[in-house]
């Protein structure tokens, strides 16, 4: 079992910086690949980003809409994974989730491939 906690989100202007934070506790933190959905109302859920375990650092894969605005990193000292989000917009606001899919090395992009799920941070950007 793996227990996911986010935290970080909140209410902001267009054009600012974020970090948002997902802490894990529960079984091994580094036999995990991590990502980040979100998910805006009246609509599905999306990928954001997701890192794997290799060595030490992680392989990355971002969705297009958040390259190079978006990074994601882990710090598997701390059990934590981190999404640091700037130049935000309104496009950006959604509920963003924190997920865990126990395979170190192998990244997805599928929500259905990730086997736990924190409850969501909402992040809302006004314009």
């Known amino acids: 079992q793996l227990q996911l906690v986010e935290s970080g989100g909140g209410l902001v202007q267009a054009g600012v910086s974020l970090r948002l934070s997902c802490a894990a506790s529960?079984?091994?933190?580094?036999?995990?690949?991590m990502a980040w959905f979100r998910q805006a109302p009246g609509k599905e859920r999306e990928f954001v980003a997701a890192?794997?375990?290799?060595?030490?650092?992680?392989?990355?894969d971002y969705a297009d809409s958040v390259k190079g605005r978006f990074t994601i990193s882990r710090d598997n000292a701390e059990n934590t994974v981190y999404l640091q989000m700037n130049r935000l917009s309104p496009e950006d606001t959604a509920v963003y989730y924190c997920?865990?899919?126990?395979?170190?090395?192998?990244?997805?992009?599928?929500?259905?491939?990730?086997?736990?799920w924190g409850q969501g941070t909402q992040v809302t950007v006004s314009s």
């Open positions: 529960g079984r091994s933190f580094s036999s995990y690949s």
């Open positions: 997920a865990a899919k126990n395979t170190a090395t192998v990244i997805s992009t599928r929500d259905y491939e990730y086997k736990y």
């Open positions: 890192i794997s375990v290799t060595w030490n650092r992680g392989i990355t």
